[in-house]
């Protein structure tokens, strides 16, 4: 009987398990978008100054900065709101008569990004720091400072599209759809500004600004079981 048992033990474990049949899936993107209205306007603000000299060329530069700078103050820009961005010194070379060039002058430019949160002063501010000294305005972007909520709401959704989209997948394949068995999102998606535009210096006088709308975007890659 001990024999017999033995064999029977040893045969159950020689037997091989039942294969198992892998879980029916379907993979689908989705994506979402959100158009929001800004409420924050960005705008580069600088000076440049040439001169023979250096040390000429760096005072004008600073003197100008100065004013553009307390006009800035004077006018409730917080000091939060500018950031320096771009310090540099270039020297300027002439090689007409020399391979190596020779020094003709000096070029520092000096450049601040600055915050306005209110739109309706953008146009006059512009021109008091044309007026202060600036000669380098450009850049100007019209973002929103906060967007979490609505890349959120983007995400949500991009979810819901691919929910869709794998649900007629699946319909397809002859079953119905299950549950997400893994979501990825996917990399950052750049914000898209329609109000960006470029100043010039000479012209900036009750600068047009039409706030218009961004778009948030997100995307998700998700797999479903198939019921």
Known sequence: MIPTLAAALLLAQASPLPAQTPPRTVHASGEGRISVAPDIARVTIGVDAQDQSLARA???????????????????VAAKDVRTIRYAVDVQRSFEKSTTGVVIGYRVVNQVLVTVRDFRRLGGLLDQVVAAGANDVGGLSLEKEDISAERGRALERAMSDARARASVLAKAAGGSLGE???????????????GVMNIRAASVSEV????????IFATVDVAFAIR
């Not at 760096?58 to 409730?76: Q, S, W």
């Not at 047009?208 to 778009?215: C, H, I, K, R």
Request: proline share 12%; no cysteine; glycine share 14%.
């Open 208 to 215: 047009p600004v039409s706030p218009g709308e961004l778009e």
């Open 180 to 194: 997400a068995l893994q979501v990825n999102e996917g990399g950052p998606m750049p914000i898209r500004p329609i």
């Open 58 to 76: 760096n005072a004008d530069a600073t003197t100008r900065m100065g004013k553009v700078m307390g006009t800035l103050e004077k006018a409730g």
